[in-house]
C-alpha cells in the first residue's frame, strides 16, 4: 500500500514570495491533516479536511495560508505571503474517516529567507 | 490546558541497552494512545497505539505500559539497536471519538554503537 506523497520534499523563497505544497493521501482515506512542524517541537495541526470539506481550520493563520481539497483526495496548501517565521517542516496526514490513527507523509521542508 | 507533554528531552544509549521513553499526560478522560518515531528528515512513523483499558501492549522490540492512576505512559525499546535513533512522540486526541491528534515536544533517543 503506498503511503502518504508529498511534494516538493524541499523549498526555499524569500520573504514575501508565495509557495504551495501537495499532498495525496493513503488511498481511501477520507480524512486528511495538514501539519506545521517548526524545529525541534512537535507537529501542530492546521487544517483538517474530511473528504472536501474543512472540519478544523482553527489553528489555521487565515490571512495567510489557505488550504483546499477540492475533490475529496488531493490537497494543497498554501502561503502567500511567507513570513520568515514560516520556516519548519509541512508534514500531510491521513486517516481512515475521523480515525485517531494517522499516518504521515515524509513531509516539505521550508525555509524562507 | 490539556496537554501531552515528555519528561525527557534526549536519552543517550548504548546499542543491546533497552531504552525507556516516558509521557505524561493531563486529560484523565483520554482513552487512546500513540506512539510515533520520527527520523531526521522524514515524517512521523507509528509504532505502537494503546487503548486506556489496557495496561500494556507489546510489539515487536517495542512495549509501551499505560498507567492511569498517574496518568503516565512509557515506551520500552528492547535491545536498541543505532537504527532506533530518533524522536519519539506521544500523542492522543483531545476528547473521545475526536480524531485530531494532540503532540508532546518529543524525546530525542541517541544510540551509540
Known amino acids: 500500500e503506498a503511503g502518504v506523497a508529498q511534494s516538493p520534499r524541499y523549498k526555499i523563497i524569500e520573504k514575501r514570495q508565495s509557495v504551495a505544497f501537495w499532498c495525496n493521501p493513503i488511498?481511501?482515506?477520507?480524512?486528511l491533516y495538514w501539519y506545521q512542524q517548526i524545529l525541534g517541537q512537535g507537529p501542530k495541526l492546521l487544517i483538517q479536511f474530511q473528504n472536501n470539506g474543512v472540519v478544523d481550520d482553527s489553528q489555521l493563520p487565515k490571512d495567510r495560508f489557505s488550504a483546499e481539497r477540492l475533490k475529496g483526495v488531493d490537497s494543497t496548501l498554501k502561503i502567500q505571503p511567507a513570513k520568515l517565521e514560516d520556516s519548519a517542516v509541512y508534514l500531510c496526514?491521513?486517516?481512515?474517516?475521523?480515525?485517531?490513527?494517522?499516518?504521515f507523509g515524509p513531509g516539505t521542508r521550508l525555509t524562507v529567507t | 490546558g490539556e496537554s501531552v507533554g515528555l519528561h525527557l528531552p534526549t536519552l543517550s544509549v548504548q546499542e543491546g541497552d533497552n531504552s525507556i521513553i516516558n509521557c505524561a499526560y493531563s486529560n484523565s478522560a483520554s482513552d487512546y494512545f500513540i506512539w510515533y518515531k520520527q527520523e531526521s528528515g522524514k515524517g512521523p512513523q507509528f509504532i505502537i497505539d494503546i487503548r486506556s483499558n489496557m495496561d500494556k501492549r507489546q510489539g515487536q522490540r517495542v512495549t509501551v505500559l499505560l498507567n492511569k492512576t498517574v496518568k503516565h505512559l512509557s515506551l520500552q525499546i528492547a535491545a536498541t539497536q543505532p537504527g532506533d535513533s530518533a524522536v519519539y512522540f506521544c500523542a492522543e486526541p483531545p476528547r473521545s471519538g475526536y480524531s485530531t491528534l494532540t503532540f508532546g515536544k518529543g524525546t530525542m533517543l541517541l544510540v551509540s554503537p
Open positions: 488511498s481511501g482515506h477520507a480524512t
Open positions: 496526514a491521513s486517516s481512515v474517516s475521523r480515525a485517531p490513527l494517522q499516518y
